[in-house]
């Protein structure tokens, strides 16, 4: 990776160690001490793949709190201040689950999601912190920025077996399209839209229809009666879209190895799949301006 991860360890020097909990309902008990400073980063950690970067990528770009839900037996830096909730995050309903959990507990935060192996990126993360994004979103009168996922990929899968490579990423420059969002009635919803591409549009043979969409509701404030469904979305309407009704509005990446993981993991995919590379791949920069320069996210009127 370009940044200097191992720098990253100094942003919570002297701050108290892990508190564990043994349940999410134990975390949310003592929600005063967990939950009470925010932003709020929420990691799902599925295996032990670039846990530590990911934890210290989010550490450094700006939330307060960062809390990791996984099984007893995985391994977390033991020099970051984070709270760990024992939790099967394996199961189809825990994303939900935790999301709407948590959100309840701590009504007003901004609160984030993502899982392992994902690196959440802004318009001008290089310089900015997080907290000052949220300060202007907030001032803009939203309540959510619009994410939506990049999947980045190895390009020599023999080296990297699982699609993992932190030190030469790669990534599709091109392929995205957006489709107007509807709902049951068929009517267009108003500024929503369903995102494809990436290798979940290239590979979609491999891929369930429920997950091909890269749109995601994963930087929010809670609220009371918004909860988030199985599908990423949230459920005040005004929470799903891109931009505001008078000028376009911040937006978010989140740069994920997880489709690369689940399509090398998969016996029939990974017999079919002999690279992810093609002539649109470009190597990943590990920079928020290489993302605005490529279209693939938007700062709005945050100059």
């Given at each position: 990776?370009?940044?200097?991860?191992?720098?990253?360890?100094?942003?919570?020097?002297?701050?108290?160690?892990?508190?564990?909990?043994?349940?999410?309902?134990?975390?949310?008990?003592?929600?005063?001490?967990?939950?009470?400073?925010?932003?709020?980063?929420?990691?799902?950690?599925?295996?032990?793949?670039?846990?530590?970067?990911?934890?210290?990528h989010h550490a450094a770009i700006g939330?307060?709190?960062?809390?990791?839900?996984?099984?007893?037996?995985?391994?977390?830096?033991?020099?970051?201040?984070?709270?760990?909730?024992?939790?099967?995050?394996?199961?189809?309903?825990?994303?939900?689950?935790?999301?709407?959990?948590?959100?309840?507990?701590?009504?007003?935060?901004?609160?984030?999601?993502?899982?392992?192996?994902?690196?959440?990126?802004?318009?001008?993360?290089?310089?900015?912190?997080?907290?000052?994004?949220?300060?202007?979103?907030?001032?803009?009168?939203?309540?959510?920025?619009?994410?939506?996922?990049?999947?980045?990929?190895?390009?020599?899968?023999?080296?990297?077996?699982?699609?993992?490579?932190?030190?030469?990423?790669?990534?599709?420059?091109?392929?995205?399209?957006?489709?107007?969002?509807?709902?049951?009635?068929?009517?267009?919803?108003?500024?929503?839209?369903?995102?494809?591409?990436?290798?979940?549009?290239?590979?979609?043979?491999?891929?369930?229809?429920a997950s091909r969409r890269l749109d995601?509701?994963?930087?929010?404030?809670?609220?009371?009666?918004?909860?988030?469904?199985?599908?990423?979305?949230?459920?005040?309407?005004?929470?799903?879209?891109?931009?505001?009704?008078?000028?376009?509005?911040?937006?978010?990446?989140?740069?994920?190895?997880?489709?690369?993981?689940?399509?090398?993991?998969?016996?029939?995919?990974?017999?079919?799949?002999?690279?992810?590379?093609?002539?649109?791949?470009?190597?990943?920069?590990?920079?928020?301006?290489?993302?605005?320069?490529?279209?693939?996210?938007?700062?709005?009127?945050?100059?």
């Open positions: 990776m370009r940044r200097d991860l191992s720098q990253f360890a100094r942003v919570f020097h002297g701050y108290p160690p892990h508190m564990h909990y043994t349940s999410l309902s134990a975390l949310t008990a003592d929600k005063t001490r967990a939950l009470s400073k925010g932003p709020i980063c929420l990691i799902l950690i599925e295996d032990q793949v670039a846990v530590e970067q990911t934890i210290r939330f307060s709190t960062l809390i990791a839900f996984c099984d007893p037996a995985i391994a977390l830096p033991a020099d970051i201040a984070l709270h760990r909730v024992d939790h099967d995050v394996t199961q189809p309903e825990a994303l939900p689950q935790i999301i709407n959990t948590v959100s309840a507990a701590a009504r007003g935060a901004w609160i984030y999601h993502c899982y392992n192996a994902e690196f959440l990126f802004f318009p001008f993360s290089a310089d900015r912190t997080l907290r000052e994004m949220l300060t202007f979103v907030t001032e803009e009168r939203r309540h959510s920025v619009m994410t939506h996922v990049i999947d980045l990929y190895a390009r020599d899968l023999t080296t990297h077996p699982d699609a993992v490579d932190l030190e030469e990423a790669w990534f599709d420059s091109a392929g995205y399209f957006a489709i107007p969002r509807r709902d049951a009635a068929g009517a267009v919803l108003d500024r929503q839209v369903d995102i494809c591409g990436g290798l979940r549009w290239r590979f979609q043979d491999h891929v369930p229809p995601r509701a994963a930087l929010f404030r809670a609220a009371k009666g918004v909860v988030l469904g199985p599908d990423h979305r949230l459920s005040d309407p005004e929470y799903n879209t891109y931009a505001c009704p008078w000028h376009h509005s911040v937006t978010a990446a989140i740069c994920s190895f997880r489709a690369a993981k689940a399509l090398r993991r998969n016996p029939g995919s990974r017999d079919a799949i002999a690279t992810f590379h093609w002539s649109k791949s470009v190597r990943f920069t590990w920079q928020a301006q290489q993302l605005l320069d490529l279209g693939m996210m938007e700062p709005g009127q945050w100059f």
